[in-house]
């Protein structure tokens, strides 16, 4: 069992960059893969971003290839995403989700078992 903590959300002009932290409590003996995903008004959730247990292998949406940055820090439990150059179209709730696995399972939100609550991230111009 894992539980998420999503924070860093907020209001960012068109262009700007925001950094999420997503606090994971989790038992030690545990190894987890992480996402992070969004959900606009009316649309689906959308896969971003995912990172394997060692922090080594990275995954991106084409979306935010580029642009958004996947990391994760295993002593502290954190796993952060760092988002520049944001449009107004990265408006969304932001969810950082987890699985008991070693490697990234993939960019369907099905394959992900802990969700935290999502952090609002507002791009406005």
């Known amino acids: 069992q894992v539980q998420l903590v999503e924070s860093g959300g907020g209001l960012v002009p068109t262009g700007g960059s925001l950094r999420l932290s997503c606090a994971a409590s989790r038992r030690t003996t545990d190894i987890y893969a992480m996402g992070w995903f969004r959900q606009a008004p009316g649309k689906e959730r959308e896969f971003l971003a995912g990172?394997?247990?060692?922090?080594?292998?990275?995954r991106y949406a084409d979306s935010v290839n580029g642009r958004f940055t996947i990391s994760r820090d295993n002593v502290k439990n954190l796993v952060y995403l760092e988002m520049n150059s944001l449009k107004d179209e990265d408006t969304a709730v932001y969810y950082c989700a987890a699985v008991r696995a070693g490697r990234i399972p993939g960019t369907q939100r099905r394959l992900y078992d802990y969700w935290g609550q999502g952090t609002q991230v507002t791009v406005s111009s």
């Open positions: 990172i394997d247990w060692s922090g080594a292998s990275t």
